[in-house]
């Protein structure tokens, strides 16, 4: 009678054995899977960042330009004499742009003095009246340097000072 519980102790440790087998070759197997696809994600992080970096090119630093003296101009106001002295700059990160703009100074004047003396102090009142009057200074500004065939990428013309009476 003792024969036969000898051979279900010999099965025991081989089941043991085969499910330890299994429970590592599925770690390892997952283990190598997850470590894969984290290098994956990596490549592809660096791969996007590289990307978007080529992307942006660097800027060049603005370039200011002062239209001086400042302007003083009388406003189409009806009902009372009323002017406007502004002091207007011109912004470029181009430097081709930035000696055309030296060059036609004169110029680019002489189209703001007409443009900022077509406005009445009603239009400026309100900030929105400002900024189309500087969108509308930096179309002229633009149109002139056009004409001239001179480079014409000037950012944006800024007031510096700006007072209505």
């Known amino acids: 009678m003792p024969a036969p519980a000898e051979p279900a102790r010999k099965t025991a440790p081989a089941k043991s054995g085969r499910k330890w087998l299994w429970?590592?070759?599925?770690?390892?197997?997952?283990?190598?899977?997850?470590?894969?696809g984290f290098w994956w994600w990596q490549g592809q992080q660096a791969a996007a960042h590289a990307a978007n970096k080529a992307a942006k090119p660097h800027r060049a630093p603005a370039q200011y330009y002062a239209l001086e003296p400042a302007f003083v101009v009388n406003l189409v106001d009806t009902e009372a004499v009323r002017y406007l002295q502004a002091d207007v700059q011109l912004v470029t990160r181009d430097a081709d742009t930035r000696a055309a703009v030296e060059a036609h100074a004169p110029a680019i004047r002489n189209r703001l003095l007409l443009l900022f003396g077509q406005q009445s102090s009603a239009q400026l009142a309100q900030r929105s009246g400002k900024e189309r009057l500087q969108a509308a200074a930096l179309n002229e500004a633009r149109q002139v340097l056009k004409q001239e065939g001179a480079a014409d990428r000037v950012d944006a013309v800024i007031f510096t000072s700006l007072v209505t009476q």
């Open 23 to 36: 429970i590592t070759l599925i770690l390892v197997v997952f283990g190598g899977g997850g470590g894969g």
